[in-house]
């Protein structure tokens, strides 16, 4: 592939910020997830825990990560962020955590959905490190995205046929 192929490499090769400003404004919507593996025993003691409660802890922190997306990924574009969804649920293994992130912007979410995701996974593995050392974080994904030019995505659908995102409320 050619560095004309990667909108973030110029025609030297080199990384480079994206020019958005030519796309149109546009709703976006991203949608992500992933898991912390955890003893049964752990996640039955989530909201007491020695630090605090790890459900408040990590879903605030999902929710600040996901508006400073651009202070750590170097080629994120700042967004206006209009909304941001954590929710942390119990499952046989541990939790599972998904974020939604919407933003009228021009361009997409999606970094800011998986930051939401990976770092409320993060502070919930601090919160629970005093209780179980073995804890995992995994499968960190991006579950769906809609607005902009490429079109919707779903995970799991075919990508040469993009179907819209089934968005909460509608």
């Known amino acids: 592939m050619t560095s004309q192929e990667f909108s973030h490499l110029d025609a030297e090769g080199q990384a480079r ?33 020695p630090k605090g409660d790890g459900y408040a802890v990590a879903r605030l922190a999902g929710i600040q990560a996901a508006k400073r997306t651009s202070e750590l990924i170097p080629l994120a574009h700042p967004l206006p962020i209009d909304q941001v969804d954590v929710e942390i649920t119990p499952v046989a293994d541990g939790v599972e955590i998904r974020s939604r992130v919407v ?12 930051m939401a995701c990976s770092t409320a996974a993060l502070a919930l593995y601090d919160m629970v490190k ?12 991006l579950e769906a995205k809609s607005g902009g030019q490429r079109g919707d995505y779903r995970r799991g659908e075919l990508a040469a046929e993009p179907v819209p995102c089934q968005e909460e409320g509608r």
């Open 17 to 49: 910020m994206v020019d958005v400003s030519g796309k149109p404004i546009t709703r976006r919507v991203a949608e992500a997830s992933c898991r912390v593996l955890l003893a049964r025993s752990t996640t039955q003691r989530l909201s007491s825990l």
């Open 103 to 114: 933003t009228v912007a021009r361009t997409g979410a999606e970094m800011e959905a998986l």
């Open 130 to 141: 005093a209780v179980e050392r073995g804890a995992v974080v995994t499968d960190l994904r």
